[in-house]
């Protein structure tokens, strides 16, 4: 009988730190990833993102948060993808972690964002979990090169990128609320550059996540 993983190869693809597990996102992963923002990710006087989801009733948000990651299935296709990982430690979801190329064969770069619930912050898994996704592209991709940005207040943010070896690579204003422009730092970070963890990443399912992710 077939399974899930066997309809959606990238469903078997899972990513394992010392104290994170990175899996793609299914639907029954939904409740406790929006009980997860509705706890709080950010302080509300400040939209650290490109667009103000967070600020949507919790109910709208709800839904507009689940039409948004079924959407992104939908649009995987060789060298062109979003991949949103559900992070996990110790069973419980703390946030999420994303991974996304476009036309991956030309640019051989990615790009990130992620978050984390209110709880989880300020232990060091944002760059653990920032870690993992770079080690699986690096590694497993065949990716060059690794981009990424923050407002330039997030210093949360860039602390974690600058620990991980990015360098500032420009800037450019975004505006997520009406009359709040935020200055966001470009990041980049180059695969030689890369200061690689004392751990070694447990990766599972590669072989079909490059058969979906690469170009053929």
């Known amino acids: 009988m077939l399974t899930l993983d066997d309809v959606w190869p990238l469903f078997a693809?899972?990513?394992?730190?010392?104290?994170?597990?990175?899996?793609?996102?299914?639907?029954?992963?939904?409740?406790?990833?929006?009980e997860a923002v509705l706890a709080g990710i950010h302080p509300p006087e400040r939209m650290p993102f490109d667009a103000p989801w967070t600020d949507a009733e919790p109910e709208q948000l709800a839904r507009d948060f689940a039409k948004y990651h079924w959407h992104l299935r939908t649009t995987v296709q060789p060298g062109t993808w979003t991949l949103d990982f559900v992070v996990l430690h110790e069973g419980r979801v703390i946030g999420?972690?994303?991974?996304?190329?476009?036309?991956?064969?030309?640019t051989k770069a990615v790009s990130s964002g992620s978050w984390l619930t209110r709880s989880a912050?300020?232990?060091?898994?944002?760059?653990?979990?920032?870690?993992?996704?770079?080690?699986?592209?690096?590694?497993?991709?065949?990716?060059?090169?690794?981009?990424?940005s923050a407002a330039t207040w997030n210093e949360a943010s860039l602390g974690v990128s600058r620990?991980?070896?990015?360098?500032?690579?420009?800037?450019?204003?975004?505006?997520?609320?009406?009359?709040?422009?935020?200055?966001?730092?470009?990041?980049?970070?180059?695969?030689?550059?890369?200061?690689?963890?004392?751990?070694q990443l447990e990766v599972h399912g590669a072989a079909a996540a490059r058969s979906e992710l690469l170009r053929r």
Do not use: C
């Open 13 to 34: 693809l899972r990513l394992r730190s010392p104290r994170l597990e990175l899996r793609l996102m299914r639907d029954d992963d939904l409740p406790a990833v929006v």
């Open 96 to 106: 999420m972690q994303d991974l996304r190329a476009e036309n991956l064969a030309r």
């Open 121 to 148: 912050q300020g232990q060091g898994f944002g760059k653990e979990m920032r870690a993992a996704i770079l080690l699986f592209a690096f590694d497993h991709l065949d990716v060059e090169r690794a981009e990424s």
């Open 163 to 199: 620990r991980l070896g990015y360098v500032e690579d420009g800037q450019t204003v975004v505006e997520p609320r009406p009359g709040e422009p935020n200055t966001m730092q470009k990041l980049r970070l180059d695969r030689e550059h890369f200061p690689r963890p004392d751990w």
